[in-house]
């Protein structure tokens, strides 16, 4: 199973920027799907970007324009860039990895995850 660890979290003002990091070990995480998840105090955790082997990627709504996915295989690297920063992107920011490419934002048939890092945009 992979292990993952995310950094980059931190607390900024509302329109600025923050860059998460998703870093894997093993040899299969060049070949796997992974995910940003968010989770907010009371809410259900909810997929955010996610990127497939072959560069393929999704977006929610409510950050299209705003968040960008790449990854870096040869660094076992996902990141996410953040820009305008609203308070609504508050939550504790998880990356996960599967092995499928299909329903990529969902949380189904992710089965590595990382201990998540805080994201806190203040108004």
């Known amino acids: 199973q992979v292990q993952l660890v995310e950094s980059g979290g931190g607390l900024v003002q509302a329109g600025g920027s923050l860059k998460l990091s998703c870093v894997g070990s093993?040899?299969?995480?060049?070949?796997?799907?992974v995910g940003w998840f968010r989770q907010a105090p009371g809410k259900e955790r909810e997929g955010v970007a996610a990127i497939t082997w072959i560069r393929m990627t999704a977006y929610a709504d409510s950050v299209k324009g705003r968040f960008t996915i790449s990854r870096d295989n040869a660094e076992n690297t996902v990141f996410l860039e953040m820009n305008s920063l609203k308070p609504e992107d508050t939550a504790i920011y998880y990356c996960?990895?599967?092995?499928?490419?299909?329903?990529?934002?969902?949380?189904?048939?992710?089965?590595?995850w990382g201990q998540g890092t805080q994201v806190t945009v203040s108004s």
């Open positions: 093993g040899d299969t995480f060049g070949s796997e799907t």
């Open positions: 996960a990895t599967k092995r499928t490419v299909s329903q990529i934002l969902r949380t189904d048939d992710y089965k590595s």
